[in-house]
């Protein structure tokens, strides 16, 4: 019964390639956010989606492209992998766009070789 | 813009001395601020929390943290530290302008703790 879930953990893949990441939570949660942690343990918010709307979309590359079918999932979809993508990535969710407290999945370690 | 400074990257305690981890923020606008605690391998976990009221806010596993609006700072102490405290603590500031529950995170304290 994990909150907020992440599929893969880990993702060994080459450049050039195109990957997915894949979160849900079941928390009953409007907002669901994408987070960057990079090899120094930097934590950098990449998009926000309130029930299935964007609503941040920090400076990243356009390779990088959110999609929510639903309230309760986002994915993350990565085109031309490049060895600068390699990093852990997080998802989150919080009750609502107002509310900053934040739970997160257990997250994504991507591997680009 | 809302940032956030954490003094030391790396803090070592022995195990039962007191735990201060030091953050402090910048914000335009009276902050919403936290601690977050991420053991090895896994993803964050909301220690504790500050919004508005009370300054001194109290946390799981025994940590507190004090909002001092003067001294912009939110430093987190515990009286005693255990082995199992070992981890990577981000302290983080609401960008409450934009309303989007975007937090701006530190550079992340490594904490130790030594028998």
């Known amino acids: 019964d994990t909150a907020v879930s992440q599929t893969p953990k880990y993702l060994v893949t080459q450049m050039g390639n195109d990957k997915s990441i894949k979160c849900e939570q079941n928390?009953?949660?409007?907002?669901m956010y994408w987070y960057k942690q990079d090899s120094k343990k930097f934590l950098k918010i990449m998009f926000s989606?309130?029930?299935?709307?964007?609503?941040i979309n920090e400076t990243v590359p356009n390779r990088f492209s959110p999609k929510s079918p639903d309230k309760a999932h986002l994915n993350l979809h990565i085109n031309s992998l490049e060895l600068g993508d390699s990093a852990v990535y997080f998802c989150?969710?919080?009750?609502?766009?107002?509310?900053?407290?934040?739970?997160f999945g257990p997250g994504t370690r991507l591997t680009v070789t | 813009a809302q940032s956030v400074t954490q003094l030391g990257s790396h803090v070592s305690v022995s195990e039962g001395a007191l735990v201060l981890l030091r953050c402090n923020y910048s914000?335009?606008?009276?902050?919403?601020l936290f601690w977050y605690v991420q053991y090895p391998n896994q993803g964050l976990q909301l220690l504790l929390k500050?919004?508005?009221?009370?300054?001194l806010v109290k946390g799981i596993n025994g940590f507190e943290a004090e909002f001092k609006k003067s001294e912009t700072s939110f430093h987190l102490t515990k009286p005693s530290a255990h082995m199992s405290d070992a981890a990577e603590y981000f302290c983080?500031?609401?960008?409450?302008?934009?309303?989007?529950?975007?937090?701006?995170f530190g550079q992340g304290t490594t904490l130790q703790v030594k028998p």
């Open positions: 989150a969710s919080s009750q609502d766009a107002g509310d900053y407290e934040q739970y």
């Open positions: 928390l009953g949660h409007d907002t």
């Open positions: 989606y309130n029930n299935k709307e964007l609503i």
């Open positions: 914000s335009s606008v009276p902050p919403y």
């Open positions: 500050y919004t508005t009221g009370a300054t």
């Open positions: 983080a500031v609401s960008d409450r302008g934009g309303n989007t529950g975007k937090l701006i």
